[in-house]
Protein backbone atom coordinates (compact mmCIF):
# COMPACT_ATOMS: atom_id res chain seq x y z
CA UNK A 1 0.00 0.00 0.00
CA UNK A 2 1.32 3.46 -1.03
CA UNK A 3 1.50 6.48 0.69
CA UNK A 4 -1.63 7.95 -0.93
CA UNK A 5 -3.69 4.61 -0.17
CA UNK A 6 -2.80 4.93 3.80
CA UNK A 7 -3.52 8.29 3.77
CA UNK A 8 -6.95 7.81 2.12
CA UNK A 9 -7.84 4.95 4.73
CA UNK A 10 -6.88 7.13 7.36
CA UNK A 11 -9.10 10.06 6.18
CA UNK A 12 -11.81 7.32 5.55
CA UNK A 13 -11.50 6.08 8.89
CA UNK A 14 -11.92 9.41 10.73
CA UNK A 15 -14.88 10.34 8.57
CA UNK A 16 -18.42 11.07 10.50
CA UNK A 17 -20.18 10.90 7.40
CA UNK A 18 -20.19 9.24 3.45
CA UNK A 19 -18.53 11.29 0.72
CA UNK A 20 -21.10 12.21 -1.33
CA UNK A 21 -19.05 13.20 -4.75
CA UNK A 22 -19.69 13.25 -8.13
CA UNK A 23 -19.52 9.28 -9.06
CA UNK A 24 -19.35 7.99 -5.78
CA UNK A 25 -21.50 5.50 -5.97
CA UNK A 26 -19.11 3.80 -7.97
CA UNK A 27 -17.59 0.54 -6.96
CA UNK A 28 -13.56 1.54 -7.40
CA UNK A 29 -10.78 -0.76 -7.16
CA UNK A 30 -9.03 0.68 -4.02
CA UNK A 31 -5.74 -0.25 -6.11
CA UNK A 32 -5.71 2.42 -8.88
CA UNK A 33 -9.35 4.10 -8.20
CA UNK A 34 -10.94 3.43 -11.41
CA UNK A 35 -14.49 1.75 -11.89
CA UNK A 36 -13.55 -2.26 -11.08
CA UNK A 37 -14.74 -2.95 -14.22
CA UNK A 38 -12.02 -0.41 -16.13
CA UNK A 39 -9.18 -1.57 -12.99
CA UNK A 40 -5.82 -0.75 -14.57
CA UNK A 41 -3.83 -1.93 -11.92
CA UNK A 42 -1.99 -4.81 -14.25
CA UNK A 43 -0.35 -2.51 -16.44
CA UNK A 44 0.54 0.03 -13.78
CA UNK A 45 4.28 0.83 -13.68
CA UNK A 46 6.85 1.83 -11.46
CA UNK A 47 9.88 3.91 -11.26
CA UNK A 48 12.27 5.75 -9.63
CA UNK A 49 12.77 9.32 -9.92
CA UNK A 50 15.42 12.03 -9.35
CA UNK A 51 13.05 13.58 -7.13
CA UNK A 52 10.88 12.89 -4.36
CA UNK A 53 7.52 14.38 -3.60
CA UNK A 54 5.42 15.14 -0.82
CA UNK A 55 1.86 15.34 -1.40
CA UNK A 56 0.22 17.70 1.56
CA UNK A 57 -3.67 17.48 0.48
CA UNK A 58 -6.45 19.66 1.87
CA UNK A 59 -9.11 17.70 3.63
CA UNK A 60 -11.19 16.26 1.16
CA UNK A 61 -8.59 15.93 -1.47
CA UNK A 62 -7.68 11.47 -0.61
CA UNK A 63 -11.51 11.12 -0.94
CA UNK A 64 -12.06 12.63 -4.48
CA UNK A 65 -12.26 9.75 -7.09
CA UNK A 66 -10.55 12.78 -9.99
CA UNK A 67 -7.26 13.36 -7.96
CA UNK A 68 -4.68 12.82 -9.42
CA UNK A 69 -2.07 12.63 -6.71
CA UNK A 70 -2.67 8.75 -5.96
CA UNK A 71 -0.95 8.73 -9.40
CA UNK A 72 2.35 10.08 -8.69
CA UNK A 73 1.88 7.49 -5.77
CA UNK A 74 1.40 4.55 -7.88
CA UNK A 75 4.32 5.30 -10.33
CA UNK A 76 6.91 6.11 -7.54
CA UNK A 77 5.78 4.85 -4.29
CA UNK A 78 9.03 4.83 -2.57
CA UNK A 79 9.53 8.05 -3.30
CA UNK A 80 5.95 9.86 -2.53
CA UNK A 81 5.10 10.91 1.04
CA UNK A 82 1.56 11.95 1.46
CA UNK A 83 0.05 14.03 4.40
CA UNK A 84 -3.12 15.91 5.45
CA UNK A 85 -2.30 19.53 5.56
CA UNK A 86 -3.61 21.06 8.72
CA UNK A 87 -3.59 24.95 9.74
CA UNK A 88 -2.82 24.41 13.40
CA UNK A 89 -1.90 20.63 13.98
CA UNK A 90 1.21 19.75 11.89
CA UNK A 91 1.55 15.81 11.52
CA UNK A 92 5.20 15.06 13.23
CA UNK A 93 5.86 13.08 10.28
CA UNK A 94 6.02 15.83 7.71
CA UNK A 95 8.40 17.67 10.07
CA UNK A 96 10.85 15.06 10.35
CA UNK A 97 10.46 14.30 6.40
CA UNK A 98 11.23 17.78 5.89
CA UNK A 99 14.13 18.33 8.68
CA UNK A 100 15.69 15.28 6.32
CA UNK A 101 19.07 16.16 5.63
CA UNK A 102 18.83 13.46 2.49
CA UNK A 103 16.26 16.13 0.97
CA UNK A 104 16.02 19.88 -0.30
CA UNK A 105 12.36 20.71 -0.26
CA UNK A 106 11.42 23.17 -2.24
CA UNK A 107 7.33 24.40 -2.30
CA UNK A 108 5.45 24.15 -5.92
CA UNK A 109 3.69 27.13 -6.35
CA UNK A 110 3.01 29.73 -8.97
CA UNK A 111 5.96 32.24 -8.64
CA UNK A 112 3.73 35.39 -9.53
CA UNK A 113 2.09 34.45 -6.57
CA UNK A 114 4.90 34.97 -4.18
CA UNK A 115 4.85 38.65 -2.23
CA UNK A 116 7.13 37.70 0.35
CA UNK A 117 10.43 39.75 -1.54
CA UNK A 118 13.19 37.61 1.16
CA UNK A 119 11.40 34.59 -0.51
CA UNK A 120 13.78 32.14 -2.67
CA UNK A 121 12.40 31.68 -6.25
CA UNK A 122 14.20 29.01 -8.03
CA UNK A 123 13.89 28.28 -11.96
CA UNK A 124 15.56 24.87 -11.16
CA UNK A 125 16.93 22.51 -8.48
CA UNK A 126 20.80 22.36 -10.04
CA UNK A 127 21.72 24.68 -7.31
CA UNK A 128 20.20 22.13 -4.83
CA UNK A 129 22.91 20.20 -2.38
CA UNK A 130 20.98 17.14 -2.53
CA UNK A 131 17.60 14.86 -3.78
CA UNK A 132 14.85 17.14 -4.60
CA UNK A 133 11.96 17.32 -2.57
CA UNK A 134 8.89 18.75 -4.20
CA UNK A 135 6.19 19.71 -1.93
CA UNK A 136 2.83 19.37 -3.84
CA UNK A 137 -0.13 21.42 -2.54
CA UNK A 138 -3.20 18.99 -3.67
CA UNK A 139 -6.52 21.04 -3.59
CA UNK A 140 -8.18 23.06 -5.31
CA UNK A 141 -6.78 26.79 -6.59
CA UNK A 142 -8.45 28.32 -3.28
CA UNK A 143 -7.14 25.74 -0.72
CA UNK A 144 -3.64 25.21 -2.80
CA UNK A 145 -3.26 29.09 -1.88
CA UNK A 146 -4.60 28.68 1.68
CA UNK A 147 -2.27 26.36 2.28
CA UNK A 148 0.56 27.97 1.08
CA UNK A 149 -0.20 31.45 2.86
CA UNK A 150 -1.25 29.44 5.88
CA UNK A 151 2.05 27.06 6.52
CA UNK A 152 4.78 28.97 8.56
CA UNK A 153 6.96 26.00 8.64
CA UNK A 154 7.20 26.00 5.13
CA UNK A 155 8.11 29.82 4.66
CA UNK A 156 11.79 28.72 4.75
CA UNK A 157 11.74 26.81 1.70
CA UNK A 158 11.91 27.85 -1.35
CA UNK A 159 9.92 28.20 -4.11
CA UNK A 160 9.30 26.95 -7.60
CA UNK A 161 7.10 26.90 -10.65
CA UNK A 162 6.51 25.21 -13.75
CA UNK A 163 6.07 26.43 -17.11
CA UNK A 164 4.40 23.84 -19.34
CA UNK A 165 4.33 24.70 -22.67
CA UNK A 166 0.86 23.12 -24.09
CA UNK A 167 -2.59 23.60 -21.94
CA UNK A 168 -3.54 20.80 -19.12
CA UNK A 169 -5.48 17.57 -21.00
CA UNK A 170 -7.37 17.56 -17.22
CA UNK A 171 -10.72 16.65 -17.70
CA UNK A 172 -11.87 15.20 -14.60
CA UNK A 173 -12.51 18.12 -13.01
CA UNK A 174 -13.55 21.40 -14.20
CA UNK A 175 -10.11 24.16 -13.31
CA UNK A 176 -10.95 27.76 -12.34
CA UNK A 177 -8.40 28.82 -15.20
CA UNK A 178 -7.48 27.06 -18.60
CA UNK A 179 -3.80 26.94 -18.34
CA UNK A 180 -3.73 25.18 -14.91
CA UNK A 181 -2.49 21.91 -14.12
CA UNK A 182 -3.94 18.73 -12.37
CA UNK A 183 -1.14 17.68 -9.85
CA UNK A 184 -0.24 14.45 -11.58
CA UNK A 185 0.52 16.83 -14.86
CA UNK A 186 2.79 19.58 -12.26
CA UNK A 187 4.88 16.25 -11.21
CA UNK A 188 5.76 15.91 -14.68
CA UNK A 189 6.91 19.13 -15.80
CA UNK A 190 9.07 19.23 -12.91
CA UNK A 191 10.46 16.01 -13.73
CA UNK A 192 11.26 17.23 -17.43
CA UNK A 193 12.31 20.38 -16.19
CA UNK A 194 15.01 18.33 -13.95
CA UNK A 195 15.44 16.60 -16.75
CA UNK A 196 14.42 13.33 -15.61
CA UNK A 197 12.67 12.13 -18.40
CA UNK A 198 12.64 8.72 -18.53
CA UNK A 199 10.14 9.42 -15.21
CA UNK A 200 8.23 11.96 -15.95
CA UNK A 201 7.03 9.99 -19.54
CA UNK A 202 6.33 7.17 -17.31
CA UNK A 203 4.12 9.02 -15.13
CA UNK A 204 2.36 10.85 -18.15
CA UNK A 205 1.79 7.50 -19.74
CA UNK A 206 0.14 6.19 -16.45
CA UNK A 207 -1.65 9.84 -15.68
CA UNK A 208 -3.28 8.99 -19.80
CA UNK A 209 -4.85 6.00 -18.97
CA UNK A 210 -6.02 7.21 -15.82
CA UNK A 211 -7.70 9.73 -17.61
CA UNK A 212 -9.10 7.92 -20.52
CA UNK A 213 -10.49 5.20 -18.60
CA UNK A 214 -12.07 7.54 -15.70
CA UNK A 215 -13.50 9.47 -18.72
CA UNK A 216 -15.65 6.64 -19.84
CA UNK A 217 -17.68 6.73 -16.96
CA UNK A 218 -18.65 10.33 -17.29
CA UNK A 219 -22.08 11.07 -18.81
CA UNK A 220 -21.71 13.59 -21.12
CA UNK A 221 -18.03 12.87 -22.33
CA UNK A 222 -17.35 13.38 -25.93
CA UNK A 223 -14.70 11.21 -27.31
CA UNK A 224 -11.64 13.68 -28.58
CA UNK A 225 -10.46 12.81 -32.23
Not at 179 to 202: K, M, R
Request: proline residues 7%; charged residues 20%.
Amino acid sequence: MNAFQLLRQQRLARATKPFNARGGSIVRCEGCGLPVHLCACELKPQGVPNAAFCLLMYDAEPLKPSNTGRLIADVFPHDTHAFLWSRMEVDEKLLALLNDPAYSPVVVFPDSYVTDEERVVLSSTETLKTRPLYILLDGTWREASKMFRKSPYLNQFPVISVQPETLSTYRLRVAAHDNQLCTAEVACCLLQQQGDTTSSVLLHQWFSLFRERYLKIKPHHKAEA
